[in-house]
T-cell receptor, first 115, second 115 residues
Framework: AQTVTQSQPEMSVQEAETVTLSCTYDTSENNYYLFWYKQPPSRQMILVIRQEAYKQQNATENRFSVNFQKAAKSFSLKISDSQLGDTAMYFCAFMKQGGSEKLVFGKGTKLTVNP | GAVVSQHPSWVICKSGTSVKIECRSL??????MFWYRQFPKQSLMLMATSNEGSKATYEQGVEKDKFLINHASLTLSTLTVTSAHPEDSSFYIC???????????FGNGTRLTVT
């Protein structure tokens, strides 16, 4: 079974600064996907970024980028130029490659961006 | 983009009654939908995988007879909480995949309160 670990229950950052959220996972699979989802107070789950395990290049989406270390099974999220609207819960998630596979979530990191 | 509509967004019911929650994919067909439960300040826990035209696959520890799932069409899955009790109070979220190995898109969730 796959497990996802987020070791930082809470983090805070000043507006405009950079913050990195940690995520590690455990799997015996070779082909899989990793995701970061954002859940603001509205509780809507919003996809932030996605990484395919077979790609060595780290995914980037505007101010969001990841540091994917497959051998170390690490998948951290870097948020640059933090904005107040980035305040939310952030969940790291794993999905096996295949058809109709479920997402396995970490426990989440509560990020607060301070003005 | 892919839109998943979940209804109702909140519901209050009396203990012993049943509540139905709908999850619809508005602009795509979803052969598979997933139902998650989220307790306050916790992560999303998968309850079941809903497959169109067949029985749902429940996660270990989830009572099949209590949480009835029906996926009668490619755009609609329903979760019925039968004989609800206060401990069933929670936030329920559905998600659907737009295609093989695609990211999951989430509904806005349903906050269930059982009095």
């Amino acid at each position: 079974a796959q497990t996802v670990t987020q070791s930082q229950p809470e983090m805070s950052v000043q507006e405009a600064e950079t913050v990195t959220l940690s995520c590690t996972y455990d799997t015996s699979e070779n082909n899989y996907y990793l995701f970061w989802y954002k859940q603001p107070p509205s509780r809507q789950m919003i996809l932030v970024i996605r990484q395919e395990a077979y790609k060595q290049q780290n995914a980037t989406e505007n101010r969001f980028s990841v540091n994917f270390q497959k051998a170390a099974k690490s998948f951290s999220l870097k948020i640059s130029d933090s904005q107040l609207g980035d305040t939310a819960m952030y969940f790291c998630a794993f999905m096996k490659q295949g058809g109709s596979e479920k997402l396995v979530f970490g426990k989440g990191t509560k990020l607060t961006v301070n003005p | 983009g892919a839109v998943v509509s979940q209804h109702p967004s909140w519901v209050i019911c009396k203990s012993g009654t049943s509540v139905k929650i709908e999850c619809r994919s508005l602009d795509f067909q979803a052969t598979t939908m997933f139902w998650y439960r989220q307790f306050p300040k916790q992560s999303l826990m998968l309850m079941a995988t809903s497959n169109e035209g067949s029985k749902a696959t429940y996660e270990q520890g989830v009572e099949k007879d209590k949480f009835l799932i029906n996926h009668a069409s490619l755009t609609l899955s329903t979760l019925t909480v039968t004989s609800a009790h206060p401990e069933d109070s929670s936030f329920y979220i559905c998600s659907a995949e737009t295609g093989r190995n695609s990211p999951l898109h989430f509904g806005n969730g349903t906050r269930l309160t059982v009095t």
